[in-house]
């Protein structure tokens, strides 16, 4: 479930800082990315709420690009009070009321994601039924998107870009599932990147292992594949890691043919645009 993890705040100056969560940490803990005019040191303070200063979060550490942030009370309630949807970088306007509602599945249950696994937005409770009554089994599991999925690849060389981790949970009944399609060789169809980067990374010697761990998976051209055999996905940002994903999925080449029909054909791209759905290159 999408959070509503953008925050706005200001220096005990007054200069303006955006903080987007990346991961909760803890009730009153947070990995964020903060955008202001100069990187904060540690002790220091953001204050949000206008003038009413009705939250602070003081600076505790940082991890690479993110900032290790303890905040003054429970931030889950903090962010469903003040926070933003935080909407991708290509969507200019404002989140609102329809935003709120429309940026979720129907099926998100555990608040943790700073961004939509959006290929899951086509989905509505009448189409779940009626994939179920044509004999589809459906199972859940939980990974949180974090912002690394809107960062673009800017190393030169592919294997030196750093994936951020995610947090995610494959439960012992959608394990045992997967498996059991696998054993009956009937197709494990992925909802989306994030379900395909959650089942990967639990997967050993061909089986998905249940479990709550994090995952840096980077799947680029080349990966071995152990358990998704379709996928999904909505058509995705230039030079991102979720291109090379699908191009490691089903190959470079159709990958190329697909985008080159959907610009042709005027589809719409990325989170709130068209999916397709990808077998994988044999």
Same mark, same amino acid.
């Given at each position: $479930?999408?959070?509503?993890? *953008?925050?706005?705040?200001?220096?005990?100056? %007054?200069? *303006?800082?955006?903080?987007?969560?990346?991961?909760?940490?803890?009730?009153?803990?947070?990995?964020?990315?903060?955008?202001?005019?100069?990187?904060?040191?540690? %002790?220091?303070?953001?204050?949000?709420?206008?003038? /009413? *200063?009705?939250?602070?979060?003081?600076?505790? %550490?940082?991890?690479?690009?993110?900032?290790?942030? /303890?905040?003054? @009370?429970?931030?889950?309630?903090?962010?469903?009070?003040?926070? @933003?949807?935080?909407?991708?970088?290509?969507?200019?306007?404002?989140?609102?009321?329809?935003?709120?509602?429309?940026?979720?599945?129907?099926?998100?249950?555990?608040?943790?994601?700073?961004? &939509?696994?959006?290929?899951?937005?086509? +989905?509505?409770?009448?189409?779940?039924?009626?994939? @179920?009554?044509?004999?589809?089994?459906?199972?859940?599991?939980?990974?949180?998107?974090? &912002?690394?999925?809107? $960062?673009?690849?800017? &190393? /030169?060389?592919?294997?030196?870009?750093?994936?951020?981790?995610?947090?995610?949970?494959?439960?012992?009944?959608? &394990?045992?599932?997967?498996?059991?399609?696998?054993? $009956?060789?009937?197709?494990?169809?992925?909802?989306?990147?994030?379900?395909? =980067?959650?089942?990967?990374?639990?997967?050993?010697?061909?089986?998905?292992?249940?479990?709550? =761990?994090?995952?840096?998976?980077?799947?680029?051209? %080349? +990966? /071995?594949? @152990?358990?998704?055999?379709?996928?999904?996905?909505? +058509?995705?940002?230039?030079?991102?890691?979720?291109?090379?994903?699908?191009?490691?999925?089903?190959?470079?080449?159709?990958?190329?043919?697909?985008?080159?029909?959907?610009?042709?054909?005027?589809?719409?791209?990325?989170?709130?645009?068209?999916?397709?759905?990808?077998?994988?290159?044999?």
């Amino acid at each position: $479930q999408v959070i509503k993890a *953008r925050l706005l705040g200001r220096k005990p100056s %007054g200069g *303006r800082v955006e903080v987007l969560v990346e991961r909760i940490v803890d009730d009153r803990h947070a990995l964020a990315l903060v955008r202001t005019s100069h990187a904060p040191r540690p %002790g220091a303070e953001i204050y949000f709420g206008g003038g /009413e *200063r009705l939250a602070v979060a003081a600076v505790r %550490g940082r991890r690479d690009d993110l900032f290790e942030l /303890e905040f003054d @009370q429970d931030l889950l309630a903090l962010l469903e009070r003040i926070g @933003q949807v935080p909407l991708p970088p290509y969507i200019t306007h404002a989140p609102d009321a329809v935003d709120e509602a429309r940026y979720q599945t129907v099926y998100a249950r555990h608040p943790g994601a700073v961004a &939509a696994p959006t290929a899951g937005l086509h +989905f509505t409770d009448e189409l779940r039924a009626r994939l @179920q009554a044509h004999g589809v089994e459906l199972v859940h599991l939980t990974l949180h998107v974090g &912002a690394g999925t809107f $960062q673009p690849v800017r &190393a /030169e060389r592919v294997a030196e870009h750093r994936m951020h981790s995610e947090w995610y949970r494959i439960g012992e009944a959608a &394990a045992a599932a997967v498996n059991a399609a696998r054993s $009956q060789r009937r197709p494990v169809v992925a909802v989306g990147t994030t379900s395909m =980067r959650a089942l990967e990374s639990a997967a050993h010697d061909g089986r998905v292992v249940a479990g709550s =761990r994090d995952t840096a998976l980077f799947i680029t051209p %080349g +990966f /071995e594949f @152990q358990v998704v055999d379709r996928l999904i996905t909505n +058509f995705h940002l230039p030079k991102s890691t979720l291109l090379m994903l699908v191009s490691a999925f089903a190959g470079i080449e159709r990958i190329r043919s697909a985008y080159a029909h959907a610009i042709a054909a005027r589809y719409r791209f990325f989170s709130y645009g068209d999916a397709m759905l990808l077998d994988r290159a044999r």
